[in-house]
């Protein structure tokens, strides 16, 4: 079966919400990474001393028949179409290994 990778870019210790709303969706599991936000709007400041804008990147392997309903449910769980509050996107994949059906 066809499969789509599913990529979160979210504010550290939000990878916990973002598998928990897959997982009830249907995904299988993730991968879980740390990053670094160097966007122009990712500097911050508490009490005059920037904070470091920690982010977690969350890949999801899915067919593609469930991969609507994981992005949903991450969506609602984490409202990523607020601003501010993550990224989503989904790429095709073209060939996958290691993965069984």
Do not use: Q, W
């Amino acid at each position: 079966m066809k499969k789509e990778l599913i990529v979160v870019i979210v504010d550290k210790h939000k990878d916990a919400d973002v598998m928990r709303a897959a997982t009830a969706a249907g995904a299988t599991g993730g991968t879980i990474m740390h990053g670094r936000g160097t966007g122009i709007y990712e500097s911050k400041k508490f009490f005059g001393i920037e904070i470091e804008p920690e982010k977690e990147i969350v890949l999801i392997i899915a067919n593609v028949d469930i991969v609507p309903n994981i992005c949903e449910a991450i969506n609602r769980e984490l409202k990523l179409e607020d601003p501010n509050r993550g990224i989503l996107f989904t790429l095709d994949l073209n060939k996958v290994i290691g993965i069984r059906d």
